[in-house]
T-cell receptor
Framework: GAVVSQHPSRVICKSGTSVKIECRSL??????MFWYRQFPKQSLMLMAT?????????EQGVEKDKFLINHASLTLSTLTVTSAHPEDSSFYIC???????????FGPGTRLTVL | GDSVTQMEGPVTLSEEAFLTINCTYTATGYPSLFWYVQYPGEGLQLLLK?????DKGSNKGFEATYRKETTSFHLEKGSVQVSDSAVYFCALSVAGAQKLVFGQGTRLTINP
């Protein structure tokens, strides 16, 4: 299957700072990328869907100004958590799908801890 | 709205035991159903899927049958191995692969 990477794998930051998480499709062109959030012992919750070159579509209840998503190329999407607070601490997972695929391929996730 | 409920874990079994992880769903449309597996330190991987009623998805000895009458997609394996230890997620999609709704995940540990 296709490979998706995320960077960093874990990050610790101070409250009030911004954190950027990268999601890359390594061997295919990702026309659509998805960002999920996973709380401990809970399911993955879709935050937003982004198509290359378009604005992201956010799920209900997700703050657009807090979770900035950029999908500027067919291999890279970024999620920026702005002015992070402890309640933003979570596991963030991206996935990607492409024209030749009818499934999503998932990255390994990024553990964010806000102190 | 659409939702997936799966068996709470953790589940601990001995090697070669029979495995069942229950999954039921509610959906407004006609969903496709999926099982994903997440091995330690890795991303979710598609394990198997079924797109219509009575379809059986299978992979690596795992099977699941799409039961519309019971709105279920239970995961089974006849003889588990230590290497099957992972977290398993049941999921549905009503619009192809464009929006997945996940269950809460079931952590499976297989002891030698």
């Amino acid at each position: 299957g296709a490979v998706v990477s995320q960077h960093p794998s874990r990050v610790i930051c101070k409250s009030g700072t911004s954190v950027k998480i990268e999601c890359r499709s390594l061997d295919f062109q990702a026309t659509t990328m998805f960002w999920y959030r996973q709380f401990p012992k809970q399911s993955l919750m879709l935050m937003a869907t982004s198509n290359e070159g378009s604005k992201a579509t956010y799920e209900q209840g997700v703050e657009k100004d807090k979770f900035l998503i950029n999908h500027a190329s067919l291999t890279l999407s970024t999620l920026t958590v702005t002015s992070a607070h402890p309640e933003d601490s979570s596991f963030y997972i991206c996935s990607a799908s492409g024209r030749d695929y009818n499934e999503q391929f998932f990255g390994p996730g990024t553990r964010l801890t806000v102190l | 709205g659409d939702s997936v409920t799966q068996m709470e874990g953790p589940v601990t079994l001995s090697e070669e035991a029979f495995l069942t992880i229950n999954c039921t769903y509610t959906a407004t449309g006609y969903p496709s159903l999926f099982w994903y597996v997440q091995y330690p330190g890795e991303g979710l991987q598609l394990l198997l899927k079924a797109t219509k009623a009575d379809d059986k998805g299978s992979n690596k000895g795992f099977e699941a049958t799409y039961r519309k009458e019971t709105t279920s997609f239970h995961l089974e394996k006849g003889s588990v191995q230590v290497s099957d230890s992972a977290v398993y997620f049941c999921a549905l999609s009503v619009a192809g692969a464009q929006k997945l709704v996940f269950g809460q995940g079931t952590r499976l540990t297989i002891n030698p």
